[in-house]
T-cell receptor, first 110, second 115 residues
Framework: DAKTTQPNSMESNEEEPVHLPCNHSTISGTDYIHWYRQLPSQGPEYVIHGLTSNVNNRMASLAIAEDRKSSTLILHRATLRDAAVYYCIPSGQGAQKLVFGQGTRLTINP | EAGVVQSPRYKIIEKKQPVAFWCNPISGHNTLYWYRQNLGQGPELLIRYENEEAVDDSQLPKDRFSAERLKGVDSTLKIQPAELGDSAVYLC?????????????FGPGTRLLVL
């Protein structure tokens, strides 16, 4: 499994964009990059995933570096409900094998 | 569509007592996962089922933990006897199949406190 490095915590303001970085320099060529988040007192929930190209969905955007050694999760307009721990998970087996690190605790100020 | 259901949501027991957690995955999901999440840490996989077969139980402490998934639907995770260090949140998740782009859906978890 690829080793990941994420900031322990980040803080942003409501209605502003948030860029959550993740370094995964040992990622293999076939590993998908998954992002999950965990709101307080809830189980993790899927946010987005990608392989090589940037991806967009209703929740967020995922920007993947050309060498795939890093990626950035982008929340375009943060709300208070986006306060959570965000996990970046490279996985060669997709959802079958998700190895969670400590993630980034995101705080959103009103 | 109902999500992953877990019960109980909270459990407080004394050490050396047994405890069991129940999980009902999303209908039609063949793969079921049990995770343990210690305070301030990410979830750690305990066991993964494909239908009724446990295909990855390498992280399950087999001296005191057991799990079953009879008929390939609901699952039960048991601890006997519980120790103080077992205090954690136990999460259940499911996926429809084995495609690498599948999404795991998690339940709300069972918060266990061992006194």
């Amino acid at each position: 499994d690829a080793k990941t490095t994420q900031p322990n915590s980040m803080e942003s303001n409501e209605e502003e964009p948030v860029h959550l970085p993740c370094n995964h320099s040992t990622i293999s060529g076939t590993d998908y990059i998954h992002w999950y988040r965990q709101l307080p007192s809830q189980g993790p929930e899927y946010v987005i995933h990608g392989l090589t190209s940037n991806v967009n969905n209703r929740m967020a955007s995922l920007a993947i570096a050309e060498d795939r050694k890093s990626s950035t999760l982008i929340l375009h307009r943060a709300t208070l409900r986006d306060a959570a721990v965000y996990y970046c998970i490279p996985s060669g087996q997709g959802a079958q094998k998700l190895v969670f690190g400590q993630g980034t605790r995101l705080t959103i100020n009103p | 569509e109902a999500g992953v259901v877990q019960s109980p949501r909270y459990k407080i027991i004394e050490k050396k007592q047994p405890v069991a957690f129940w999980c009902n995955p999303i209908s039609g999901h063949n793969t079921l996962y049990w995770y343990r999440q210690n305070l301030g840490q990410g979830p750690e996989l305990l066991i993964r089922y494909e239908n009724e077969e446990a295909v990855d139980d390498s992280q399950l402490p087999k001296d005191r933990f057991s799990a079953e998934r009879l008929k390939g639907v609901d699952s039960t995770l048991k601890i006997q006897p519980a120790e103080l260090g077992d205090s954690a949140v136990y999460l259940c998740a499911s996926t429809r199949g084995a495609n690498r782009e599948e999404t795991q859906y998690f339940g709300p978890g069972t918060r266990l406190l061992v006194l």
